[in-house]
């Protein structure tokens, strides 16, 4: 498989279950985003993950637990959720952390919150 | 913020046309992206402006930046059905920043 590949595409969960989003990429990039897409607004960074390691953390709620076990990797955790998180979820990686780096996108994971 | 802002929201066309869409932005930026997003797809990169650069084309688009204006427009020619997407300026500000998208236009283009 190539490129940037998220699962699952589609998740429905209550106010009170732990669910996991997970992302993977086949590019042998060594940066990784989390990305929230929500209607009519800008897409928002969530985290950033450069060599396993986060080094940006843009004021997320702690509801939301990002995860890096290795360069190929990228998890979000995600429990109490409240219906306002409804949203597209978007990873991407790119070859190194740095502004110009072309970023490549996963499909996505529309995330519903009953 | 730098973020971009894209004009117009909505753009309807035909087929063969050509679609302009715009970008502003509030501070000085070392980069200007363009992506494509089909729609509740990922994001797919289309093209990288330096703040050095005055023009690019790829393909069937041109992109231009004015760095006084703070601006920069995506040109596509000759319009296809398939080129329907919203399309998202992306800027920098830092060597290590991250991107920071503005809420797209949504391109029709219809046979």
């Known amino acids: 498989e190539t490129g940037v590949t998220q699962t699952p595409r589609h998740l429905v969960m209550g106010m009170t279950n732990k669910k996991s989003l997970k992302c993977e990429q086949h590019?042998?990039?060594?940066?990784m985003y989390w990305y929230k897409q929500s209607a009519k607004k800008p897409l928002e960074l969530m985290f950033v993950?450069?060599?396993?390691?986060?080094?940006e953390n843009n004021s997320v709620p702690s509801r939301f637990s990002p995860e890096c076990p290795n360069s190929s990797h990228l998890f979000l955790h995600l429990h109490t959720l409240q219906p306002e998180d409804s949203a597209l979820y978007l990873c991407?990686?790119?070859?190194?952390?740095?502004?110009?780096?072309?970023?490549?996108f996963g499909p996505g994971t529309r995330l519903t919150v009953l | 913020s730098q973020q971009g802002e894209e004009d117009p929201q909505a753009l309807s066309i035909q087929e063969g046309e050509n679609a302009t869409m715009n970008c502003s932005y509030k501070?000085?930026?070392?980069?200007l992206q363009w992506y494509r997003q089909n729609s509740g797809r990922g994001l797919v990169h289309l093209i990288l402006?330096?703040?050095?650069?005055r023009e690019k084309h790829s393909g069937r688009l041109r992109v231009t930046l004015d760095t006084s204006k703070k601006s920069s427009s995506l040109l596509i020619t000759a319009s296809r059905a398939a080129d329907t997407a919203s399309y998202f300026c992306?800027?920098?500000?830092?060597?290590?920043?991250?991107?920071?998208f503005g809420k797209g236009t949504m391109l029709l283009v219809s046979p």
């Open positions: 993950y450069s060599l396993e390691e986060r080094v």
């Open positions: 501070t000085s930026i070392n980069n």
């Open positions: 991407a990686s790119s070859q190194e952390w740095l502004a110009d780096n072309e970023q490549f």
């Open positions: 590019l042998g990039h060594n940066a």
């Open positions: 402006i330096r703040s050095n650069e």
């Open positions: 992306a800027t920098d500000a830092q060597r290590y920043s991250t991107l920071t």
